[in-house]
């Protein structure tokens, strides 16, 4: 199915465009993160196939993160489902042999910053309403170690601390300063610099930079892979507790209200 995602081949290039597309604000479904990890590994597998930008096609708005409603009332065994899909598409994207870039075209919090802080090169749109950060605490969860781990590895171990403690969400000025996002670009504009900085980035040969990608990333990777099942637990023991059912659901009603 191809429904939540829009991929477009630009078969001379070897770069295909990933748009995110599930209204009304990309949240990270079980659905769309089965679909997306489909997705990126029909490109991995292709050889005609080098640089990956992803992108959404919902306007404001990359990704408004993991899906709450996956997280409230369900069953264990859904709980238990839908993080290995979460790990999965994380597993995928941050250890891509293909060049990622996140053109960030709308606001960004918690998964949807996972995401981006995965690939390779972050261009955001310049627009004071967007901003991005892993915002978690301020709903009452913590983000997982891994998060943790992709983010120290973006932006330093003490900018990390802040940020994950007071779940910062950055304007894009100050996302561009701590290094969350490498270049601010107006909106219009997104889409052709991350064609220009792929370009720059395939310039060097797969096979040397590949290699180098993996050297930084893979004990990040292997620490996910090495406690997946104990991870899966925590979300399922963390996430069924009344009390953070409570507060996901208050939060829920708050984004509602907020509305109009
Ligand atoms: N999941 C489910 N539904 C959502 C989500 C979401 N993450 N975000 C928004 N929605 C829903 C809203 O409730 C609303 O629904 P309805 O139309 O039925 O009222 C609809 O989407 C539209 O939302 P808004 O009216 O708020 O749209 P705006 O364009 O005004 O704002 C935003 C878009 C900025 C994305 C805003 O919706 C927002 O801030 N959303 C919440 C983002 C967020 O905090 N996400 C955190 C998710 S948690 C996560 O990703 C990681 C958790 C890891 C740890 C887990 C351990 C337990």
Redesign the pocket.
């Known amino acids: 199915s191809n429904r939540n995602i829009l991929v477009e081949l630009e078969e001379g290039a070897g770069v295909a465009v990933m748009k995110m597309k599930s209204l009304?604000?990309n949240?990270?479904s079980l659905d769309f993160l089965t679909e997306f990890s489909i997705s990126l590994e029909k490109l991995e597998n292709d050889r005609g196939c080098r640089g990956v930008i992803l992108t959404s096609a919902v306007p404001?708005?990359f990704s408004?993160?993991?899906?709450?409603?996956e997280?409230c009332g369900k069953s264990v065994e859904h709980y238990a489902e839908f993080w290995r899909a979460v790990q999965e598409m994380w597993l995928k994207l941050y250890k891509s042999n293909m060049v990622t870039i996140a053109a960030i075209n709308g606001?960004c919090?918690?998964?949807?910053c996972l995401m981006a802080v995965s690939c390779d090169y972050r261009i955001m749109a310049e627009n004071p309403k967007y901003s991005i950060g892993l915002?978690?605490t301020?709903?009452g969860?913590?983000?997982?170690f891994w998060?943790k781990d992709t983010m120290v590895n973006t932006i330093g171990h003490r900018a990390t601390e802040r940020s994950l403690q007071l779940g910062l969400l950055y304007s894009t000025s100050d996302a561009l300063k701590i290094g969350i996002v490498d270049e601010l670009v107006p909106e219009e504009k997104v889409l052709n610099a991350a064609a220009a900085t792929m370009s720059q980035w395939l310039a060097i040969p797969d096979y040397a930079r590949q290699i180098s990608k993996s050297m930084m990333r893979k004990p990040t990777v292997d620490r996910l892979l090495t406690h997946r099942e104990s991870d899966i637990q925590n979300?399922v023991s963390?996430?069924t507790r009344d009390s953070?059912q409570k507060s996901l659901q208050t939060?829920?009603e708050r984004?509602?209200q907020?509305?109009g």
């Open positions: 009304p604000v949240s990270l404001k708005i408004a993160g993991l899906d709450i409603k997280m606001n919090p918690a998964g949807g915002n978690e301020q709903l969860i913590v983000a997982p998060f979300f963390f996430v953070i939060y829920m984004l509602k907020r509305k």
